[in-house]
């Protein structure tokens, strides 16, 4: 080794070590998310390897950027450190509090409360307590984990869009995932979205990987592993299981009855008849009547007592006295339904912005809107290239939607979750934009790049 690169090779371990000991998480960061980036791009044409290469590096450059403007920005000597958003703060103080649990160190008797009390209560705690207890307090570095984790399920869901819904679309989809404002807020969080939106994109690509593995062992260990991750994303949020496995189930039912036309006209039918049936005995109305009733209750809650700007689900009636909603009637039980399912698309409405915030998230709902409009136009393409990908995309969006729907009343809240469909919503309105495009161009839509037959997680 000459002079200079020995020379070049001792700056380098000093500048690695200098920022290790300030910040252990960015080196770490650093070992991970290089070679991700170069995995994201691997085996991929040298224009779109490169595309790609520049967008990851963009996305993840720009979130680094905000982290250390957090920092930069924060007083210090007012507070111990920055954060974006007060549940954020919250999250970190607990695994922090944790952490000194776990090396002995006292803590006050509140914090001991705190650190374990129901609200909030997460296994993600406990991974930011972990990595604490690792590195040391990381208040700041907490965020480029966040920024790991979200990066990695957008690539592990391109990478598998690529192979199944075709390149173009694959393209604008990962655009769209890496760049969308609220997206982007959430991924350089310390909060558990990112880590859910990871465990749920892996969960969805072995969904993909049980229906097309080559032996019954194989699926065996992949359905195995499919349950596993469900249960930790019901550690990670309560009801986190239910919405992964009623996912996947949808979605299998809906891509293997898209590809039998008649089956589905069958099923259709079936299923009317067993609906009417089974309303028609007085238990299961009670039980439906019973649960409607909850969710009407829920969305009370969120409207009178919960702090920030609500939106109406019910008759005017119901709002001065939380009782009545024990009257419910027919007529009033349809306009519910009805009305949670259109505000879930057009909440906040642009002309009832009520505060600077909602003026400022404005671009977003009118890029939520083009999303929308686009989903059922790419729907008939999406289930032409692989029904299987596609059903298990708007199942897993169907379920999340109905979670949140009929539940919500507040509006900061019903963004917020909207946003844990937009993974699977972005690629089928990235499939209607290049059938509307290709239309306005004359042409015929775009094909696969790749064979659908056995897609990978990263190949």
């Given amino acids: 080794m000459n002079r200079k690169m020995l020379r070049q090779a001792t700056a380098a371990g000093v500048a690695i070590g200098v920022v ?3 910040s252990p998480l960015t080196v770490w960061f650093a070992v991970g998310i290089v070679p991700l980036v170069v ?3 691997r085996n991929l044409d040298p224009d779109e390897r490169r595309f790609v290469t520049r967008l990851l590096i963009v996305a993840i450059a720009l979130r680094v950027v905000v982290v250390a403007g957090l920092f930069a920005l924060t007083d210090h000597s007012v507070v111990p450190f920055g954060s974006f958003f007060g549940d954020e703060d919250y999250f970190i103080r607990r695994g922090l509090w944790l952490r000194n649990l776990a090396l002995g160190i006292p803590i006050q008797g509140l914090d001991l409360e705190s650190a374990f009390q129901a609200f909030n209560a997460s296994s993600h705690l406990y991974l930011l307590a972990l990595i604490q207890l690792l590195v040391g307090p990381a208040p700041y570095g907490l965020h480029l984990v966040g920024i790991l984790f979200y990066v990695l399920a957008a690539v592990v869901l391109y990478r598998l869009v690529r192979t199944t819904l075709g390149r173009t679309p694959a393209l604008l989809g990962l655009t769209t995932l890496l760049f969308v404002p609220s997206l982007f807020a959430w991924s350089v969080s310390a909060l558990k979205e990112p880590l859910f939106v990871l465990v749920s994109a892996l969960s969805f690509v072995l969904a993909v990987r049980l229906v097309r593995a080559p032996s ?3 699926r065996v260990l992949t359905l195995g592993a499919v349950l596993a991750l469900a249960a930790v994303l019901e550690t990670i949020r309560q009801g986190g299981a239910a ?3 009623f996912g996947v189930i949808a979605g299998l039912l809906i891509g293997f009855l898209a590809t039998r036309p ?4 069958s099923a259709l039918v079936a299923a009317s008849v067993l609906a009417g049936a089974l309303l028609g005995r007085p238990e299961i109305q009670l039980r439906t009547y019973t649960a409607i009733q909850a969710a009407a209750r829920q969305h009370w809650g969120h409207v009178v007592v919960s702090p920030g700007y609500a939106y109406q689900l019910l008759d005017d009636r119901f709002y001065p006295d939380l009782n009545e909603i024990s009257d419910l009637k027919l007529g009033e039980t349809a306009r519910f339904l009805a009305r949670a399912a259109i505000s879930y698309v057009t909440v906040p409405l642009p002309w009832k912005a009520q505060s600077r915030a909602a003026l400022v998230y404005l671009p977003e709902q009118i890029t939520w809107y083009i999303l929308a409009v686009l989903v059922p136009i790419g729907l008939p393409s999406a289930f032409r290239r692989d029904p299987m990908v596609a059903g298990l995309l708007l199942g897993h969006a169907l379920v999340i939607a109905a979670a949140v729907a009929f539940f919500g009343g507040n509006v900061g809240t019903l963004v917020r979750h909207r946003s844990l469909a937009l993974p699977y919503l972005v690629w089928l309105s990235a499939i209607g934009a290049c059938h509307v495009l290709s239309s306005l161009r004359g ?7 790749a064979s659908a037959a056995h897609p990978a997680l990263i190949q």
Avoid at 443 to 449: C, I, L, Q, S, T
């Fill in 20 to 22: 290790y000991a300030l």
């Fill in 243 to 245: 919405l992964s496995l």
């Fill in 39 to 41: 995995l994201a791009a």
């Fill in 216 to 218: 019954l062992g194989i």
């Fill in 262 to 265: 008649r089956l589905m006209l």
């Fill in 443 to 449: 042409g015929e839509p775009a094909r696969p790049a």
